[in-house]
């Protein structure tokens, strides 16, 4: 999951007469599945906002938080374990953590296991996140971060 700024100006002169802004900006959320599809998208939110409280306001947020949506059990994912896993969102740094989002840990002097944690979450990350759909898109339209 990922939040892009769409940056966009107002080309009317009555509005830089009048000393009004003419740039705007909104953010685009979106949850991209691992086959670069959109499975959620969230477009209005204040530039301004940071990708955490725009998620956090988002129908998808309280479903997930509600457990309405359709997120599978726990399951087991190698062979001989007995170890369940979670299936969880991936996000950056920009999203809160919680027992439903994951994303790395933030530093630079950090342990093998987390280095490798990153690496792996990163890893597969990148081709679950939003960001990928939106690199899928034609770029044009979007400026800012």
Not at 56 to 80: H, S
Not at 119 to 143: I, M, P, V, W
């Amino acid at each position: 999951m990922d939040g892009k700024r769409a940056s966009f100006e107002i080309p009317w002169e009555r509005f830089n007469e009048l000393g009004l802004q003419t740039l705007f900006s909104v953010v685009l959320m979106a949850v991209g599945d691992s086959n670069y599809r959109f499975v959620y998208i969230d477009v209005g939110a204040y530039g301004k906002d940071c990708d955490s409280s725009v998620f956090q306001r988002t129908n998808f947020y309280r479903m997930l938080t509600d457990g309405r949506l359709n997120v599978p059990q726990p399951a087991v994912i190698q062979e001989g374990s007995d170890v369940k896993l979670p299936f969880v969102l991936v996000g950056d740094q920009a999203f809160s953590l919680t027992d439903k989002i994951l994303r790395p840990y933030k530093g630079h002097f950090l342990s093998d296991t987390k280095k490798i944690f990153n690496y792996r979450l990163c890893k597969h990350g990148d081709l679950l996140s939003a960001q990928s759909a939106f690199s899928a898109t034609n770029g044009e339209y979007f400026t800012g971060s």
